[in-house]
Every structure is written in C-alpha cells, then in structure tokens.
C-alpha cells in the first residue's frame, strides 16, 4: 500500500454503491448478448469492461453489479475494478487508477 500510494480500501468505494443497489436491478444486463459474449470471455474477447456515460447515468451502480457477479461466477473470485470519484482529484488520474489495479493484483496472487 505505501509503495503505491493507495491510502484507503479499496473495497470500501465498491461496498458504497453496492448498499445503494436496489435488490434486481441491472438484471437485464445479463439478458444482453454483448454482454454474455464479453462475459464469456472468448479468445479474441477483451478481458476489460470499459464503462463510459454522462455523470448520474449509473455506470457506478452497474459496475459494482457486475464485480459481484464476476466474483461469483468465474475466476474464483478475482475481479480488478477502479471507481473514479467526482469529488477526489488525486483518485480521478490515470496514475492512480493503474496503481490502484496494481495493487488488487497483487493482494489477488
């Protein structure tokens, strides 16, 4: 954690929007075929889900039902995510964000 600068748990942003989901929403992502072929992870299938949107659109509540998800259905439960927050300048930069994922990685394996 010091080496990489990260301060604060990084399961503590993914638990926030997780208490704030309400109970069957974002189902219907797991209905889109898109999303079962990325899920599938086939050979030429990207193993990063980019979420992309207006502020307020929902890309947080959707992420944390897709870690979730992830975590209970393949790779015994190893899933890297970033959150970029509004209101913290240091956490919305790249730099953060890769040692961020750097260091899931590591706790991870």
Not at 8 to 28: I, L
Request: proline content about 1%; overall charge positive; hydrophobic content about 40%.
């Amino acid at each position: 954690m010091d080496i990489l600068g990260i301060t604060d748990n990084v399961e503590d942003e993914f638990e926030y929007f997780t208490e704030r989901t309400m109970q069957g929403s974002c189902q219907w992502l797991l209905r889109r075929k898109s999303f079962r072929d990325w899920a599938a992870g086939g050979s030429n299938a990207s193993e990063v889900l980019w979420l992309s949107g207006s502020p307020g659109a929902g890309k947080s509540t959707w992420a944390s039902f897709v870690i979730t998800w992830l975590r209970q259905s393949r790779y015994g439960g190893i899933c890297q995510y970033y959150f970029f927050q509004a209101g913290s300048q240091r956490k919305r930069t790249s730099s953060f964000l890769l040692r961020s994922i750097a260091f899931q990685i590591a706790l991870a394996y």
